[in-house]
């Protein structure tokens, strides 16, 4: 126990009082002896003896009535929360979780209106005299603080009226770690916190010790309030991706997209639509999912007509559940006449081309007549390795490297890239964001590749092993189970009967790759702040270097295909070569595969650059929470100015030359999804409107898509009291949202002992009067 006002504790000294009046003002005589009286003695001795008990009896009743109205005056509180009572000022801090899933609507409200509600009616509640911070908190976020002026309550209220959702997952321990720095600062004794949640599993979990560890730390000096504003679990589908079927989006053309839904709720949903449309344009075509199993996600085709080049935003939407903000998903997209592609030959013969390694590739690259060749989609050029030069990769869109050499070996005639073009080559992936495919051969040589393209440039997807021959004369075989494993573009290869005999295509020799030096090793405890320090700052560009994934495996489970994202770009590693490479005089086993010989090879060629020139609209696709970066190509003197999906414009300024590179960014990360428009205007031309029309926007602007972090809604059970409390290892005051539930006021003055002190200081006075009456009357 503890008292609010300890030195009322004085008062009990007045319990004294009694005692020196007993003590003081005792009867005095003396005695004299008197024969009549002898008999009675013994009866006034009991008498005697009976009157001293009930007077000491009457002395400690006046004296405990003492001690309790001092008590009383000292207003005790329990030691098991920190705090004070109902009339003290309070330093509340509100942590609220604007996540996205809290604009689910599980009932007549969504989850952040309740959390508004409640916590405006708790502010209403505070005694006079204490202060309001609110903080908001989602990943990553620095987590906001506000009003300005702590002590006016009616700016909190009118912040927390003003709080909207982000379109980021839930991280409380973000928001918890700012309060508790609040909490420190404040100065009132009675400090509270709230934590207005929809009490999500993954809140709890994604950080499970650091949030133990800071609330339990804030328990100890307030009192730790979870406002639960979910009321049940719900049905929910979200859209998780768009990727082209097959081939190059191109003007005029009907292509077909798969759209990748996801039931991200706890049961079976029935009767989707999904519709996608080109352009914000109001119809477009739609696809129905007749049923989607719990956790399930399926890739539903949908054709869209492209009517003009450049880029196209394309939008899918999905028929509604009770969390709009996964229903949607914008994706925008490069429409091309022709992909310009540039072949590099580590072993052309100009002689005989028939012996060069690039030679069935060109003829995959273009499997048309002669006369149709000027406009089919794709546009490739060959040249030798040794005559590469970084001019050849102007206006390229991908790069194929066919069994290259980086290094020259002594003995060995062969043609060796130059210097200069690798150095070319990592700025044409890092920087515009083109594509690489590289093809093994006889004249990969891992330890060159390692050296050079891996730990110099960054741009292999994976370590190089020395080559794997298969026993005797068994190849090994392409697992076609294993595509649906790697990126989406390669899917229907798994999933349509039409793509079995991708089964049969046999490889007798392949590089092997060192999957296992990817693995992240445990880091030491010392390690651990700044390695999540560095992780925080990477994760503010998520087109960085990413880690690599695996297309495709053959049948000994090794990869024959990975590929990696490398800044804006992407590289794609084959590890057998494009072209058998002769044949074993002995027992005539291609010395490679003959993959390039079977019509699954230009299937997967086909999907590879398709998948690479789409990728190239990556930079022009985001993720809530990213920073926008933005490299200017032209115009390094223009404005440039950012249009929100609302309207609202953000001036970002004139480019700013980092690392070499010119680069426009946001001053913060963006927290909504929807569509931006990058529009720039002459330096010195009149500002524009603070907002415009998206409409207008759309015509001037180029698009940026920003879609939810979906994170967010992979798992959105909610948590129950007793998984609470297993976490967080302690008992907090619950309040449930919406509810009629106990508010803090009520349970603040539950908590002081003053009222039921002053009732048991007028129970004992009352006892004392009956007693003293009682003793008082006549015998």
């Given at each position: 126990m503890t008292f609010l006002t300890p030195w009322m504790l004085l008062g009990a000294l007045a319990a004294g009082i009694p005692i020196a009046i007993h003590f003081l003002f005792r009867s005095r005589y003396r005695t004299v002896p008197w024969a009549a009286m002898k008999f009675l003695l013994t009866a006034v001795e009991q008498t005697s003896?009976?009157?001293?008990?009930?007077?000491?009896?009457?002395?400690?009743?006046?004296?405990?009535?003492?001690?309790?109205?001092a008590l009383a005056f000292a207003r005790p509180i329990s030691t098991m929360i920190k705090g004070a009572g109902r009339g003290e000022a309070v330093d509340a801090v509100f942590v609220f979780?604007?996540?996205?899933?809290?604009?689910?609507?599980?009932?007549a409200q969504s989850r952040l209106e309740r959390a508004k509600e409640e916590a405006i009616k708790i502010i209403e509640e505070l005694p006079p005299h204490s202060t309001v911070q609110i903080i908001t908190s989602w990943d990553n976020n620095k987590a906001d603080v506000g009003p300005r002026s702590p002590g006016n309550l009616d700016q909190a209220k009118l912040l927390v009226q003003n709080l909207d959702v982000t379109h980021r997952t839930t991280d409380l321990a973000t928001g918890v770690i700012r309060a508790r720095d609040v909490l420190t600062l404040g100065q009132a004794s009675n400090k509270e916190l709230y934590l207005l949640s929809d009490m999500q599993k993954m809140g709890f979990e994604k950080e499970a010790d650091k949030l133990k560890t800071v609330l339990t730390d804030i328990k100890e000096k307030a009192v730790v309030h979870l406002v639960k504003c979910a009321k049940r679990d719900f049905k929910n589908v979200a859209i998780v991706g768009i990727t082209p079927q097959t081939g190059i989006p191109r003007p005029g053309e009907r292509v077909g997209f798969a759209v990748l839904v996801k039931n991200a709720g706890g049961e079976t949903v029935e009767n989707l639509d999904v519709t996608l449309t080109v352009d914000g344009a109001e119809k477009g075509e739609t696809a129905k999912i007749r049923s989607l199993g719990k956790g399930e996600t399926r890739a539903v085709t949908v054709d869209a007509k492209l009517e003009k080049a450049g880029l196209r935003v394309l939008t899918a939407k999905v028929s509604h559940d009770e969390l709009d903000a996964d229903n949607r998903f914008d994706h925008v997209i490069q429409v091309r006449e022709q992909v310009n592609i540039l072949v590099v030959d580590g072993n052309w013969n100009e002689k005989d081309p028939e012996k060069a390694s690039s030679y069935h590739l060109m003829h995959s690259l273009l499997p048309v007549p002669e006369n149709q060749r000027a406009t089919y989609k794709y546009n490739p050029r060959v040249v030798s390795a040794r005559l590469a030069s970084a001019a050849n990769l102007e206006r390229q869109d991908v790069c194929i490297l066919v069994n290259c050499a980086l290094a020259p070996k002594a003995g060995v005639l062969r043609d060796v890239l130059p210097g200069h073009f690798i150095e070319a080559l990592d700025k044409f992936v890092r920087k515009p964001g083109h594509g690489v495919i590289i093809f093994s051969g006889d004249n990969v040589q891992p330890d060159d590749y390692n050296k050079i393209l891996g730990k110099k440039y960054g741009l292999l997807p994976m370590p190089l092993k020395p080559a794997i021959k298969s026993p005797g004369l068994v190849p090994f075989f392409i697992n076609r189970d294993t595509f649906g494993a790697g990126p989406p573009s390669y899917w229907n290869f798994k999933?349509?009967?039409?793509?079995?005999?991708?089964?049969?295509?046999?490889?007798?020799q392949h590089l092997d790759l060192d999957e296992e030096s990817l693995a992240k090793k445990p880091a030491k405890k010392d390690d651990v702040a700044k390695e999540k320090e560095k992780q925080d700052k990477d994760a503010k560009d998520k087109k960085d270097d990413m880690p690599p994934q695996v297309i495709v495996r053959l049948s000994s489970n090794k990869p024959l295909a990975v590929a990696k994202k490398v800044d804006a770009g992407e590289v794609v590693f084959v590890t057998t070569a494009a072209q058998k490479e002769g044949r074993d005089a002995k027992t005539g086993i291609p010395g490679w595969t003959i993959f390039n010989e079977l019509p699954p090879y230009l299937y997967f060629l086909d999907a590879t650059v398709a998948y690479l020139a789409h990728g190239q609209a990556q930079s022009y696709n985001l993720q809530a929470g990213d920073m926008l970066k933005w490299y200017p190509t032209d115009k390094l003197d223009s404005v440039y100015n950012l249009v929100h999906p609302d309207g609202k414009v953000v001036r970002l300024g004139t480019p700013e030359k980092v690392k070499g590179r010119h680069v426009v960014t946001t001053a913060a990360e963006l927290p909504r999804a929807g569509v931006y428009r990058m529009t720039v205007q002459s330096r010195g031309a009149e500002s524009v409107a603070e907002t415009i029309d998206p409409a207008v926007a759309a015509k001037i602007g180029t698009p940026i898509a920003v879609i939810p972090d979906l994170a967010e809604s992979a798992e959105l059970t909610t948590f129950a009291n007793v998984d609470v409390e297993r976490v967080l290892g302690f008992t907090p005051v619950y309040i449930i949202a919406g509810e009629g539930a106990v508010s803090s006021g009520t349970e603040r003055l539950n908590r002081e002992w003053t009222v039921w002190a002053l009732l048991a200081v007028l129970a004992l006075v009352l006892l004392e009067v009956a007693f003293a009456w009682w003793c008082g009357r006549a015998w």
């Amino acid at each position: 126990m503890t008292f609010l006002t300890p030195w009322m504790l004085l008062g009990a000294l007045a319990a004294g009082i009694p005692i020196a009046i007993h003590f003081l003002f005792r009867s005095r005589y003396r005695t004299v002896p008197w024969a009549a009286m002898k008999f009675l003695l013994t009866a006034v001795e009991q008498t005697s003896r009976r009157l001293k008990f009930q007077e000491l009896l009457l002395l400690l009743l006046r004296m405990a009535v003492l001690i309790l109205l001092a008590l009383a005056f000292a207003r005790p509180i329990s030691t098991m929360i920190k705090g004070a009572g109902r009339g003290e000022a309070v330093d509340a801090v509100f942590v609220f979780d604007v996540s996205y899933s809290m604009a689910a609507r599980d009932g007549a409200q969504s989850r952040l209106e309740r959390a508004k509600e409640e916590a405006i009616k708790i502010i209403e509640e505070l005694p006079p005299h204490s202060t309001v911070q609110i903080i908001t908190s989602w990943d990553n976020n620095k987590a906001d603080v506000g009003p300005r002026s702590p002590g006016n309550l009616d700016q909190a209220k009118l912040l927390v009226q003003n709080l909207d959702v982000t379109h980021r997952t839930t991280d409380l321990a973000t928001g918890v770690i700012r309060a508790r720095d609040v909490l420190t600062l404040g100065q009132a004794s009675n400090k509270e916190l709230y934590l207005l949640s929809d009490m999500q599993k993954m809140g709890f979990e994604k950080e499970a010790d650091k949030l133990k560890t800071v609330l339990t730390d804030i328990k100890e000096k307030a009192v730790v309030h979870l406002v639960k504003c979910a009321k049940r679990d719900f049905k929910n589908v979200a859209i998780v991706g768009i990727t082209p079927q097959t081939g190059i989006p191109r003007p005029g053309e009907r292509v077909g997209f798969a759209v990748l839904v996801k039931n991200a709720g706890g049961e079976t949903v029935e009767n989707l639509d999904v519709t996608l449309t080109v352009d914000g344009a109001e119809k477009g075509e739609t696809a129905k999912i007749r049923s989607l199993g719990k956790g399930e996600t399926r890739a539903v085709t949908v054709d869209a007509k492209l009517e003009k080049a450049g880029l196209r935003v394309l939008t899918a939407k999905v028929s509604h559940d009770e969390l709009d903000a996964d229903n949607r998903f914008d994706h925008v997209i490069q429409v091309r006449e022709q992909v310009n592609i540039l072949v590099v030959d580590g072993n052309w013969n100009e002689k005989d081309p028939e012996k060069a390694s690039s030679y069935h590739l060109m003829h995959s690259l273009l499997p048309v007549p002669e006369n149709q060749r000027a406009t089919y989609k794709y546009n490739p050029r060959v040249v030798s390795a040794r005559l590469a030069s970084a001019a050849n990769l102007e206006r390229q869109d991908v790069c194929i490297l066919v069994n290259c050499a980086l290094a020259p070996k002594a003995g060995v005639l062969r043609d060796v890239l130059p210097g200069h073009f690798i150095e070319a080559l990592d700025k044409f992936v890092r920087k515009p964001g083109h594509g690489v495919i590289i093809f093994s051969g006889d004249n990969v040589q891992p330890d060159d590749y390692n050296k050079i393209l891996g730990k110099k440039y960054g741009l292999l997807p994976m370590p190089l092993k020395p080559a794997i021959k298969s026993p005797g004369l068994v190849p090994f075989f392409i697992n076609r189970d294993t595509f649906g494993a790697g990126p989406p573009s390669y899917w229907n290869f798994k999933r349509e009967k039409h793509y079995e005999i991708f089964d049969a295509v046999p490889v007798w020799q392949h590089l092997d790759l060192d999957e296992e030096s990817l693995a992240k090793k445990p880091a030491k405890k010392d390690d651990v702040a700044k390695e999540k320090e560095k992780q925080d700052k990477d994760a503010k560009d998520k087109k960085d270097d990413m880690p690599p994934q695996v297309i495709v495996r053959l049948s000994s489970n090794k990869p024959l295909a990975v590929a990696k994202k490398v800044d804006a770009g992407e590289v794609v590693f084959v590890t057998t070569a494009a072209q058998k490479e002769g044949r074993d005089a002995k027992t005539g086993i291609p010395g490679w595969t003959i993959f390039n010989e079977l019509p699954p090879y230009l299937y997967f060629l086909d999907a590879t650059v398709a998948y690479l020139a789409h990728g190239q609209a990556q930079s022009y696709n985001l993720q809530a929470g990213d920073m926008l970066k933005w490299y200017p190509t032209d115009k390094l003197d223009s404005v440039y100015n950012l249009v929100h999906p609302d309207g609202k414009v953000v001036r970002l300024g004139t480019p700013e030359k980092v690392k070499g590179r010119h680069v426009v960014t946001t001053a913060a990360e963006l927290p909504r999804a929807g569509v931006y428009r990058m529009t720039v205007q002459s330096r010195g031309a009149e500002s524009v409107a603070e907002t415009i029309d998206p409409a207008v926007a759309a015509k001037i602007g180029t698009p940026i898509a920003v879609i939810p972090d979906l994170a967010e809604s992979a798992e959105l059970t909610t948590f129950a009291n007793v998984d609470v409390e297993r976490v967080l290892g302690f008992t907090p005051v619950y309040i449930i949202a919406g509810e009629g539930a106990v508010s803090s006021g009520t349970e603040r003055l539950n908590r002081e002992w003053t009222v039921w002190a002053l009732l048991a200081v007028l129970a004992l006075v009352l006892l004392e009067v009956a007693f003293a009456w009682w003793c008082g009357r006549a015998w």
